[in-house]
């Protein structure tokens, strides 16, 4: 990490994790500090890049999509004309909602949502015609075992 943190930046990532919406001046209270200290501390972390992007994290099912699965993909051959004919198929698909490259026996991992199952295979076929997967594999998610958890940062030294 190139930024240096201390015990309050710390406890401001750890806030912002949990929930990002919260006013500033509530951070401002939570950390100690003025509502412009923990203003400039954040635009900081932001301007460092440790702090990506800001987003609201959507409900899946409640938004529609009560079909949410794993894709396990080995492509065809392994490649760079392959892996950017894969890349630009999954960037091309809404329903991949991430995507990784992976080490193992497969070699990306997908999360696609869907409203039906119609509109999984669609998705799956999608993988192999145009994508040049091999082999796909998907794991249906049944339920959230454990929310994404905030980071256990620690002070840098």
Do not use: C
Request: charged share 25%.
């Amino acid at each position: 990490m190139s930024i240096s943190l201390d015990l309050i930046d710390l406890q401001l990532l750890e806030e912002l994790q949990i929930d990002a919406d919260r006013p500033n001046v509530e951070l401002a209270r939570i950390v100690g500090l003025s509502p412009a200290a923990t203003l400039h501390r954040v635009r900081r972390l932001k301007e460092s890049g440790l702090i990506s992007r800001i987003v609201a994290r959507l409900d899946w099912t409640t938004a529609g999509f009560p079909i949410q699965v794993y894709v396990a993909v080995t492509l065809r051959q392994h490649d760079d004309r392959t892996h950017r004919q894969f890349a630009d198929a999954v960037a091309g698909m809404p329903e991949v909602i991430a995507a990784d490259w992976v080490t193992g026996e497969t070699d990306a991992l997908l999360m696609v949502v869907a409203r039906e199952i119609a509109e999984l295979q669609r998705v799956l076929v999608r993988l192999s015609t145009r994508g040049g997967a091999a082999r796909v594999v998907t794991y249906l998610r049944l339920e959230e075992l454990k929310a994404n958890a905030p980071l256990p940062l620690e002070r840098t030294r």
